[in-house]
């Protein structure tokens, strides 16, 4: 079938009430459509009507039976990059049916759909590859990516997500293997958000890759040269941005896991052309405010009385360092004193004015030489163990995707001055925690607040049990998409991210904070994505960055799509 079809959109009949989709799409080519084949659930009407007969088993599914048999086939995979594999060819054959059961199992399937396997799905994209899903740019379409955008079919206002898989998690250059990157993304939009899947849109600016290994193996599915860079790649990155207005008016565009130097580059230079956020960058910075603000309300203190140490200076360490910033701000604080509560480290240790060789982008970063005048330092340059010691620091952010930085000594040296210090290990994937939750709670006697970016078990101390809460961003971004596509918002704020943090924040209850688990449940991430999108649609539309509506709750609850199965009847 021609890959033009146009996306039905559901109708109401007049006379019954009854909720429907027109469909104009028949036989093999229905069932080899994602978006509509239904598989075993076509009622035997609608196996007459669309030209089915013979092509199905004879039973007649409800959507619970083939949900059943999905898990029954999860459960005999038996590893997690098997359970991934499956899942995607779920997604290959039957959206509707994949998104539900995303919705239903979130706790176990998140992890498997996103990180953190899809980070080994990425570094062996070439080698499990079975159907291309999404947009494809590469150099060879200069002159003509509106071309490439124009072979996907369209839906008003669709979010895209665009990735040039040069810094995929924690593993670095993936190549065209960053594609599962935009995929896993929207999956959770789809299912965290309900914005339905036809307006959803990987893409992968696949402009090359320096990762020898990939261009040595013979399977190796992307552009087999060394990674575009300078002008031909910024001309080619202005030619997307410029495509993405004319073929998808109002989209919003998330760039993801590009490098340090692009994505503060692209963020900087469009986000005033078209709605769009780095989720690396202010997403997790989002994140990382939710849980200051329910920490530092539960022990009664501000964000502003903390002093904050961050180990890991790429795109999340600023954009983490600059939103608390503005947090402290919001509460009241001078902004270049809030900046000084925040210390910020990268691999040659603390960043210090005057450091030789420091580069522009971590020039703002620097502590002046006056703070650490009178520091006791036994490290040349400053490392983290002075730092913390130092700076009697009461938080701790890793983003360094160093596994094991902090050391027994490092945390044990934090918890002498603080009683609850709060400490958030959130390099992806699991293997690169910079440390373990059950090592950050014995390691401060039960009193650490703990937070991971991958999703960790239960930890036993004492007694007591420790529920480790994920600082996932599938909290933020599903939330803050569906509140800017449903008031049509002009761009993505500052204090769009901030309101999102407040309302993440409100979500945690006082019985998850007892139990030392600092965001919420999983599970509740449509709930939580649902308040997330009011306060950002409302935020925007004080800032006048979108218009006024009625009733602003009803309108995102319209827009949230729930994965289920309408009666189909031809056109």
């Known amino acids: 079938m021609s890959r033009h079809y146009s996306i039905p959109v559901p109708e109401t ?7 429907y ?13 994602p978006l509509l084949n239904k598989g075993t659930a076509f009622t035997r009407e609608e196996r007459e009507a669309f030209g089915l007969i013979g092509m ?29 594999i499956y899942l995607n060819g779920l997604l290959d054959r039957n959206e509707t049916l994949f998104h539900r059961f995303l919705v239903e199992n979130l706790s176990t399937m998140v992890p498997i759909v996103y ?5 080994y799905a990425c570094r062996y994209w070439s080698r499990i590859f079975r159907r291309a899903r999404g947009v494809y740019v590469t150099p060879r379409d200069r002159g003509r990516v509106l071309e490439a955008l124009q072979c996907r079919p369209r839906r008003e206002r669709p979010v895209i997500v665009v990735t040039d898989n040069e ?5 670095g250059d993936q190549g065209v293997g960053g594609m599962g990157i935009p995929i896993g993304k929207l999956a959770l939009y789809a299912a965290a958000a309900g914005i339905h899947p036809s307006r959803c849109i990987p893409i992968s600016l696949d402009v090359g890759t320096n990762n020898s290994e990939l261009l040595a193996d013979p399977l190796y599915a992307g552009y087999p040269e060394p990674r575009l860079r300078g002008e031909p790649y910024e001309e080619l990155v202005g030619e997307f941005v410029a495509a993405v207005q004319t073929a998808f008016p109002g989209a919003l565009l998330q760039w993801e896991d590009f490098s340090n130097k692009t994505s503060f580059a692209n963020l900087s230079r469009y986000r005033d052309t078209l709605p769009s956020f780095n989720d690396d960058i202010q997403g997790t910075a989002a994140m990382v405010v939710a849980g200051l603000m329910v920490t530092t309300h539960h022990l009664g203190t501000r964000i502003s009385d903390q002093t904050i140490v961050i180990v890991g200076a790429g795109s999340a360490g600023v954009g983490i360092r600059d939103q608390i910033a503005t947090a402290m701000v919001a509460e009241g604080t001078d902004r270049r004193e809030a900046e000084l509560r925040i210390l910020t480290l990268d691999s040659r240790g603390l960043i210090v004015e005057g450091r030789p060789e420091l580069p522009p982008g971590k020039q703002r970063l620097a502590v002046p030489v006056e703070t650490v005048r009178d520091w006791q330092i036994d490290d040349h340059p400053i490392g983290l163990r002075d730092v913390v010691r130092n700076a009697k620091a009461s938080v701790l952010i890793g983003v360094s995707g160093m596994p094991g930085v902090f050391t ?13 210090p709060i400490i958030m290990p959130l390099s992806n994937p699991t293997s690169h925690a910079e440390v373990t939750p059950s090592n950050a709670i014995a390691w401060t006697g039960g009193s650490a607040f703990v937070a991971t970016g991958s999703p960790f078990p239960d930890v036993i101390h004492g007694g007591f049990t420790h529920r480790v809460g994920q600082a996932n961003n599938v909290f933020v971004f599903p939330g803050i998409g569906l509140g800017t596509l449903a008031v049509g918002a002009s761009k993505v704020s500052d204090r769009m991210f901030l309101a999102a943090s407040r309302a993440l924040a409100a979500r945690v209850t006082p019985d998850l904070i007892a139990a030392g688990q600092i965001y919420p449940s999983i599970d509740t991430v449509r709930a939580t994505s649902q308040a997330v999108a009011v306060a950002v649609a409302a935020q925007a539309i004080e800032e006048g960055l979108a218009e006024p509506v009625d009733d602003l709750e009803a309108v995102i609850d319209a827009d949230m799509w729930f994965p289920e199965y309408l009666p189909y009847r031809p056109v």
């Open 56 to 84: 199905l088993p004879d039973h007649v599914s409800t959507i619970e039976d083939q949900l059943e048999r999905v898990g029954d086939q999860i459960e005999r995979k038996a590893t997690e990059m098997d359970k991934n």
């Open 13 to 19: 009949d007049p006379e019954t009430g009854e909720r």
């Open 408 to 420: 027994q000594e490092i945390i044990e040296r934090l918890a002498r001055h603080v009683p609850r």
């Open 21 to 33: 989709l027109p469909v104009g799409v028949r036989g093999p080519d229905l069932l080899k459509t």
């Open 167 to 171: 810094r995929i998690l924690g593993i």
């Open 115 to 119: 990180t953190p396997t899809v980070a």
